[in-house]
T-cell receptor, first 111, second 112 residues
Framework: KNEVEQSPQNLTAQEGEFITINCSYS?????LHWLQQHPGGGIVSLFM???GKKKHGRLIATINIQEKHSSLHITASHPRDSAVYIC?????????????FGTGTRLTIIP | DSGVTQTPKHLITATGQRVTLRCSPR?????VYWYQQSLDQGLQFLIQ???????AKGNILERFSAQQFPDLHSELNLSSLELGDSALYFC???????????FGNGTRLTVT
């Protein structure tokens, strides 16, 4: 069983739609990461959070430590949001060490 | 631009060969992390260095080794290459163990 499970695996939506990507994990963690991987392959760290909610522009990440669940929301989605979104958790007491990754959610936004 | 530089961008080599991947971390970052992304295994943590010392080890094969130099750049050495080693290799750096990661653009290794 993977320590990190993401859903859905693939998501296609129309421009402007509200997007939700889910991540569940099975281990106790000190932090959770949301990453974005563009079609060209580059990876960008979107959020690192250990509780509550963080917002950056149209992106919002939430985490529920008790339920071991996190969500990534995108408001007013745009074709440039098309990418693979990856959730990762540390197998360590430190937030960015020994990360184990979900398999990713491939998001396609249609104009 | 993340500030993390990886070279080369692409590498094509034959089975049994040895290659070296290079990573220069963001200015001031002491931690360097190496990850492998393959089609069948997804992203996997390989190894972490902090200020020249090995800090944490993940799913790194014995044929692979890494080091971090006094100027903080790091190298990942892959030897006795097999077809299954074909993958994207990413380096990331951070300013601390609880800080966000900054990723390089990766090195795409193809073993033929």
């Amino acid at each position: 069983k993977n320590e990190v499970e993401q859903s859905p695996q693939n998501l296609t939506a129309q421009e402007g739609e509200f997007i939700t990507i889910n991540c569940s994990y099975s281990v106790g963690i000190s932090a959770l990461h949301w990453l974005q991987q563009h079609p060209g392959g580059g990876i960008v760290s979107l959020f690192m959070l250990s509780s509550g909610k963080k917002k950056h522009g149209r992106l919002i990440a939430t985490i529920n430590i008790q339920e071991k669940h996190s969500s990534l929301h995108i408001t007013a989605s745009h074709p440039r949001d098309s990418a693979v979104y990856i959730c990762a958790v540390p197998l360590s007491n430190f937030g960015n060490e020994k990360l184990t990754f979900g398999t990713g959610t491939r998001l396609t936004i249609i104009p | 631009d993340s500030g993390v530089t990886q070279t080369p961008k692409h590498l094509i080599t034959a089975t049994g060969q040895r290659v070296t991947l290079r990573c220069s971390p963001r200015s001031g970052d002491l931690s360097v992390y190496w990850y492998q992304q393959s089609l069948d295994q997804g992203l996997q943590f390989l190894i972490q260095y902090y200020n020249g010392e090995e800090r944490a080890k993940g799913n790194i094969l014995e044929r692979f080794s890494a080091q971090q130099f006094p100027d903080l750049h790091s190298e990942l050495n892959l030897s006795s290459l097999e077809l299954g080693d074909s993958a994207l290799y990413f380096c990331a750096s951070s300013g601390g163990f609880q800080s966000p990661l900054h990723f390089g653009n990766g090195t795409r290794l193809t073993v033929t």
